[in-house]
């Protein structure tokens, strides 16, 4: 060996020693993004939102996520997922909790490359959820690789979340569903909501109370009703339920008002269940009857749901409408 191959040999040494995995520690940059889809939303509807994946060269066996959301407006209701089209196990977790997270883990057999779908979830937006813009994002806690793992192996992760946005506006689709009501008592609200189970659409609507008394007439509206088959569900303190089956609402504005059953032009509720069972009868005129409630002021009453016209008075004009043939020995009305 000469002079000079002996040095040459020497730093080759020193290199392998000083680098001796070099070739296997090479680093690997990953930057997936998980992007998150927009939809337009109704209070009371049910919408799904996607979440897909892209720049997944490296590919993935275990997924820790975190979607926080916002229990005023919305919650989850169920996660649908196939990441990939690979065969894989999906837990969902803690669905229902104080914290707002819904805490998702993927765990997979084999190693899931490339872009596509990840997951849907379904979410539930409440009937009473005011519009608004709501920014839909998530953390994403761990990403495993089968062979090691993107925080601490040869890939350097870098995980971008793309968040997508629901909006949620009675303007956004759909008509308008108005009626008329009579009942007794402005004094009390009314719920009014407008259910299709089959798509699982629950609508809700109130009017708020207000002052006066006696039997009124007051009118209700619903934006943004999409298209279907509906039940109109009433209901209403001291009244018992009025439920109004097959309310058909297409394409356009449903005037109920217009209605061809007489019913359903003003929907009159029955007034007198005291007692909060869904039938007026004997039980509620006992209650009312009583020496506590019967001729007293409503403020100073035993029961001042005894008072049912709202006069603020106990007395024989609440005791005539609770014995109208209209109420007495009756329960909710339905029309079929
Ligand atoms: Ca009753
Ligand atoms: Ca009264």
Request: charged fraction near 20%.
């Amino acid at each position: 060996m000469t002079k000079k191959s002996a040095v040459i040999f020497t730093l080759a040494l020193i290199f392998v020693l000083v680098f001796p995995a070099t070739a296997s520690t090479e680093l690997i940059e990953v930057e997936p993004i998980i992007e998150v889809g927009n939809v337009l939303a109704l209070p009371g509807g049910v919408v799904e939102i996607t979440y897909t994946i892209t720049g997944n060269t490296i590919g993935f066996v275990n997924l820790d996520l975190e979607l926080p959301y916002n229990s005023e407006f919305f919650r989850p209701i169920s996660i649908d997922s196939s990441p990939l089209d690979q065969p894989n196990s999906f837990f969902l977790y803690n669905p229902d909790f104080s914290s707002e997270i819904m805490k998702i883990i993927f765990i997979s057999s084999k190693e899931v490359i490339g872009d596509g779908l990840l997951f849907t979830v379904t979410y539930q937006i409440n009937n009473d959820s005011s519009f608004g813009h709501h920014e839909f994002s998530l953390d994403v806690e761990v990403i495993k690789i089968q062979s090691g793992n993107y925080k601490d192996g040869f890939v350097n992760l870098n995980v971008q979340v793309k968040p997508g946005t629901l909006v949620i506006d009675g303007l956004g689709g759909g008509v308008s569903v108005s009626g008329r009501i009579r009942s007794y008592n402005p004094g009390n609200s009314t719920t009014i909501r407008l259910v299709n189970d089959e798509e699982g659409i629950d609508y809700r609507t109130s009017i708020t109370d207000t002052a006066g008394y006696g039997q009124l007439e007051q009118s209700f509206a619903f934006a943004g009703v999409t298209p279907g088959t509906y039940s109109l569900v009433i209901s209403k303190d001291v009244h018992t339920r009025f439920i109004v089956q097959k309310i058909i609402v297409g394409n356009e504005n449903l005037d109920l008002t217009l209605d061809s059953r007489p019913e359903v032009q003003l929907m009159t509720l029955r007034c007198g269940d005291i007692s909060g069972d869904g039938l007026i009868n004997d039980a509620d005129l006992t209650i009312l009857w009583r020496a506590g409630n019967y001729n007293k002021k409503t403020d100073e009453a035993e029961n001042s749901w005894c008072d049912l016209n709202g006069d603020g008075l106990i007395n024989d004009a609440d005791l005539t409408i609770l014995w109208l043939a209209y109420n007495y020995n009756r329960g909710a009305v339905i029309i079929p």
